[in-house]
């Protein structure tokens, strides 16, 4: 999906940070696991660990599926996982909420705040994030709307969503959807520490 000339995020908070490696390949897996070679394609095989193949056929892993991988397994995350700054996109049309989600998250991530939610979207399709905060509701769309159009896109299936809102049935909603995870409105702290879970970011 191509982004209409001239749509730009709304502001970049800007961080001294580094762009985190996108893709990892099955070598720096095996070395993060202290396993051979064979054993993570043996992985990738079962379906352990998600995976896509380059055209030349060689294993590409996508940062947050590394993450979960390494949580789930009780492996350690190590300095350059966790010390890179996730990409975060910021969708939520309250100007308050928006402000405290921006003051919250940009001493540890990267953070894109989309003033207008159409060119937000077109925007993370084009550049995808490593996740997504979003209110319950983004312009026409509700929030468990735009996260399953996200997951249904190859670019963006691996953005880590997280719906942002104050009632119970968002949440249920966003879920089924598949976001990652649901933060009250009210908890703007839990909503940093579950971004800092989810990207695997040590404070």
């Known amino acids: 999906m191509a982004a ?3 749509a730009l995020p709304k502001r970049v908070v ?8 996108e893709f990892l390949t099955a070598s720096q897996i095996a070395r993060f696991c202290q ?3 064979k054993t993570i394609h043996n992985w990738a095989d079962r379906g ?3 995976h896509f193949r380059t055209p030349g056929r060689h294993l590409r892993f996508r940062r947050p599926h590394v993450l979960d991988f390494l949580r789930k397994y009780g492996y350690p995350i190590l300095g350059e996982l966790s010390g890179e700054r996730p990409r975060i996109a ?3 049309e309250d100007a308050g909420s928006r ?3 921006l003051d919250a998250l940009k001493s540890t991530f990267e953070v894109v705040d989309y003033s207008d939610a159409a060119d937000g979207l077109l925007q993370i399709g084009e550049q995808p994030p490593d996740a997504v905060v979003l209110g319950a509701k983004v312009g026409r769309f509700s929030g468990a709307e735009i996260i399953v159009a996200l997951k249904r896109g190859d670019s963006t299936q691996h953005i880590r969503a997280v719906l942002f809102s ?3 049935s968002d949440k249920e909603e966003a879920l089924e ?6 933060v009250r409105v009210s908890d703007v702290r839990g909503l940093r520490d579950t971004l800092e879970a989810l990207m695997g970011v040590d404070r």
């Open 90 to 92: 910021v969708l939520v």
């Open 166 to 168: 104050s009632t119970d």
């Open 48 to 50: 352990r660990i998600s």
């Open 14 to 21: 800007p961080t001294p940070s580094r762009k985190p490696k």
């Open 99 to 101: 402000d405290a989600v």
């Open 35 to 37: 396993v051979d070679l």
């Open 4 to 6: 209409r000339a001239g």
């Open 177 to 182: 959807a598949g976001a990652s995870a649901h």
